[in-house]
């Protein structure tokens, strides 16, 4: 089961303006940038209360991001919610007819396994499971 919403992943040109400006906005400085080779993105991480804000920039034309910001610009990309077993949730969301964009977690930013569920599952919207690598 969901757990609680962990972040909001936002789409970003420019990963260190966007820092500067999310800086600005939320009165907190950025805990975390690290680079995912896998998903080709730069992600910085800001807390506000109990989510977290992601900002993402492509390293890579041929990444997600870097589609994703050519064909909608920048904005929000995913909502990303904590599971607490996330091989367990993925097999019970393939059941109810979900379709998933891996068939394994992988390992993604910030110390987390994810998956996502491909926006047609989801009226549009692109969803993100993730569960703390112990």
Do not use: W
């Not at 991480?45 to 990444?63: C, N, P, Q, V």
């Amino acid at each position: 089961m969901f757990e609680k919403v962990e972040h909001i992943g936002i789409a970003v040109k420019n990963i260190s303006a966007s820092i500067e400006l999310f800086e600005a906005l939320l009165g907190a400085p950025c805990y975390k940038k690290e680079n995912v080779e896998t998903e080709k993105v730069t992600t910085a991480f800001f807390r506000t209360g109990e989510t977290k804000i992601e900002l993402l920039e492509s390293i890579s034309s041929d990444s997600a991001i870097a589609k994703f910001v050519e064909k909608r610009g920048e904005g929000i990309h995913h909502i990303a919610f904590e599971v607490e077993d996330i091989e367990r949730e993925m097999i019970r969301l393939k059941g109810k007819g979900f379709h998933l964009l891996s068939e394994k977690p992988l390992r993604g930013a910030d110390n987390k396994m994810v998956c996502f569920i491909h926006p047609k599952s989801c009226s549009g919207v692109l969803i993100e499971l993730c569960q703390e690598i112990k």
